[in-house]
């Protein structure tokens, strides 16, 4: 069977996001996106089956690759750089897009969207500072929140980051902790943002202990990709 002691794995995972939860006195739901990229089809049906009902994909064009005949209920998150000329494809394929970080993307995605419905997506917010990082830069949200809740077409749900690959646990901590303030500063000004997708295959057990609602977890789950 691809992907053999998947739901042990999985079975791991949560613990330690308990674990991560109960030290920091949380008890909200995280849900688990289980990242497919570079893997197939089977990496998708294999997660479903053992009880995830969200995926990842880093690229649009992937994904579509991989949508067609993937079980019904399944939800799949863009969770890669969207380049603004790749807006229309995605634009209703995915129930959520996690790395909007311009507000030219925005509008973009915006007029993409059929009439009648809504696109939900996460503002991605460079919580880190690296240069060669995507996201917003954390002193330029509120002009980015405030010019992407304009857009009717857009359901803005939440923000989005990052820690370095060589962050230890306390930086981890502090890049997560940035977030959930900015959230929490977001909805003084009257935004209410409900989801904070932060934490990969690395350092989820430092975002969970901050307060993600969401993990994106690749590697820990199906192993190197090829």
Known sequence: M?????EERLAMVREVIAGAQR????????????VTKSHGRD???????AGLTAVGENRVQEALEKQPGSPAGLDWHLIGTLQRNKARH?????????????????????????????????LQVNCSEEP????????ALPALLEAVASLSALDV??????????ADAAAQRRTFARLRALRA????????????????????????????????????????RG
């Open 185 to 224: 500063e977001s909805a003084r000004a009257g935004f209410d943002l409900p989801e904070l997708s932060m934490g990969m295959s690395g350092d989820y057990a430092a975002a969970a202990s901050e307060g993600a609602t969401m993990v994106r977890l690749g590697t820990v789950l199906f192993g190197e």
């Open 90 to 122: 995605a634009a209703g394929r995915f129930a959520l897009i996690h790395s909007v970080d311009r507000v030219d993307l925005a509008a973009e995605l915006a007029r993409r969207v059929a009439p009648g419905a809504r696109q939900a997506v996460l």
């Open 157 to 166: 749900r939440g923000l989005m980051t990052m820690a370095a690959y060589d």
């Open 23 to 34: 030290a920091a006195g949380l008890a909200h739901p995280v849900q688990i996106i289980a």
């Open 2 to 6: 691809a992907f053999e002691g998947l």
């Open 43 to 49: 990496a998708v049906e294999a997660a479903f089956r």
């Open 132 to 139: 060669q990082k995507g996201g917003v830069e954390p002193t």
